[in-house]
């Protein structure tokens, strides 16, 4: 472990890996090392434990070994399950972060808390909810009810898969795959690939499919859409990133996890005047609230708070010596926090009855007490702003840019350039027209996490230049949004990793080449956008000129925003391989048999330089098939 380096391209996280390692404390990439060599039968998807007769794996590499489970299982059964259950888990995390959207709007009790009116009755129409004669409180209770029943209606699809261009519906519906409600199809896909049940691979796929495309266009949308209703929807504004925006003087709150409920209260928490006092009483300057993770993108995007960091740095942060308390909810969370806390002064409160870590403080987040509770984790911070142990270290390493590209800051972008005598405004027209003439050649979203199987930051950071010189422009989220704007791509300035028709649209439309569309949930604005598009087109998403790329993915929910992404028809890249690689009909079907299917597909390739090629090869082959 002495030897162990940390491989990532950002300066922040190495001057505080090189911290970690001199007081020694042990961070993901330590273990990471520590874990070598890992299980062949696991990265393979070979290996089942879904019931005790096992743990079975099938061998591969000898001709002796078994070649199927004790139940018979073969290895396209076994592979194809695990994937499945990866899928699922990945659609439930999702999908139960929609929930509790939905719940926090049901509960929001007053007009003062539902912060986008214009929204509430954007949906209220698509969904055919009435609005005379009701308040605006009574039709957001009414939308809560509605999107609460999308999780467990009895019968009919998802209300939001309306929103997807004509063409993908129907075929969707020939194929089966257009979904009901969203726990159902998570349940499915549990029993399902139970022991003794289905163990036809392609039909295994096929129910996952159905529970990615519940997430996409269900849990997730449904967390997207109404968090811009009670929160506001994105618009354009500055944010600074990295560690660097720790400040040594003033009590630091981190908030990490993924639910804007808990993060919006804190930010609001943060600033009330008797808490600012209290700070002054304790000899700091002020609160500083950051974000880390997809948490950090929610309140980044809506309320301007600095960006800390993304999946890699959650341990650093704590390095510094200057984080009062770090707040998480739910998922990305590492346990390993708890650990590297207690090495310092920083508190680790946890929120959430479904994510509770040993070692960490308790304080349990609810919707109806939103604030109360946020003042009194506040306090808590602050009241521990004297207790720093270790001197501090905050790395001068931050970079700025612009964010805030909901769909709907997207449109009021291209209305710049819109002729309002000859054309309606608050349509995608410009950005075809921009795809017709060739100026643009196409779009890529870069999305996903960090993983140590591959270079920190560097496979985002790579690709996206790559396909920026090729006049791609990228939209990105998650912690490939974090790795971006640490690297300047959200700056004007970065126009000059550009193709010249790239620049000029960046320049016309005031706008950075590489757009910031939120968290991992907000994933569903891309499937809006992308969908708005290719109606106005008149064609399928799977026709456009467009490709999705996860180079650094490690969670489950990357499995099932990989797989709603496929069957939404986009050619999705991955730069880790999924553990299906045991399997060559799976392998296969996934990144080859489901093109024929779906019209999506994935492909499986680690250097960002080859992936970014790929990606310009398969937008200049959509480009033929459209005659542009
Ligand atoms: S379900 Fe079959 S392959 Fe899996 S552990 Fe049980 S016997 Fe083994
Ligand atoms: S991008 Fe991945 S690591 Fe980052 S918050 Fe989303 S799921 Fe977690």
Redesign the pocket.
Known sequence: MENCACNTCDAATKKLYEKAKSERIDTIWDRALAMQPQCGFGEMGLC????S????RIVKISEDGPKA???G?TEDT?TSRNFARAVAAGAAAHSDHGRDIALALYHAGDKTRIRNEEKLFKIAGEWGITVEGKDTVQIAREMAERALGEFGKVFGKLQFLQRAPEKRIKLWDELGVAPGAIDREIVEVLHSTH?GCDADYRNIIRQAIRAALSDGWGGSMIGTELSDVLFGTPMPKKVEANLGVLKKECVNIVVHGHDPTLSEAIVLASRDPELLELARKQGAEGINVVGMCCTGNEIAMRQGIPMAGDFFQQELAIVTGAVEAMIVDVQCIMPSLATVAKCYHTKLITTSPKAKIPGAIHIEFNEQKSLEIARRIVKDAVMNFKNRKVEVFIPDDKSEGRIGYSFEAIIKALDRVTNSFAHPSGTVKPLVDAIKSGVLRGAAAIVGCNNHRQPHNTCHVTLAKELLKRDIIVVTTGCGAHACIKAGLMDKDARKYCGKGLATVCELLDIPPVLHMGSCVDISRILVLLSEVAKYMGVDISDLPVAAAAPEWMSEKAQSIGLYAVASGVYVILGVPPAVTGSENVTGYLTKGLESVLGGRFEIENDPVEAAAKIAAHVENRRKRLGI
């Open positions: 089942c434990t879904n019931c007769m096992g743990p079975c489970g004790i139940c299982a076994i022991m």
